[in-house]
């Protein structure tokens, strides 16, 4: 199999690059080194708003953050 890459540019920030096969099917992703890590940060800041609306939907009693660590730290001992 053949495969070459394909350089399309959709938005200023992101150049994306494809992998394609020769019937031209996009099957994979090329990234600059900074862009991947600009996307990790971008993933992980939108996985931390998930996790907080899950938390505020749950009836959950609530704790300040310095008695959570404290359990937290207990716990591991």
Same mark, same amino acid.
């Given at each position: 199999?053949?495969?070459?890459?394909?350089?399309?540019?959709?938005?200023?920030?992101?150049?994306?690059?494809?992998?394609?096969?020769?019937?031209?099917?996009?099957?994979?992703?090329?990234?600059?080194? %900074? &862009?991947?890590?600009?996307?990790?940060?971008?993933?992980? /800041?939108? $996985?931390?708003? +998930?996790?907080?609306?899950?938390?505020?939907?749950?009836? %959950? &009693?609530?704790?300040?953050?310095?008695?959570?660590?404290? /359990?937290? $730290?207990?716990? +591991?001992?």
């Amino acid at each position: 199999m053949a495969i070459k890459a394909v350089r399309l540019k959709k938005s200023k920030d992101l150049k994306e690059r494809f992998i394609v096969d020769e019937q031209g099917n996009r099957v994979g992703v090329l990234l600059g080194i %900074d &862009e991947y890590h600009h996307l990790l940060e971008e993933l992980e /800041e939108l $996985e931390s708003i +998930r996790a907080y609306d899950r938390a505020k939907a749950q009836a %959950d &009693e609530v704790i300040p953050f310095e008695q959570a660590v404290a /359990e937290i $730290e207990k716990k +591991r001992r």
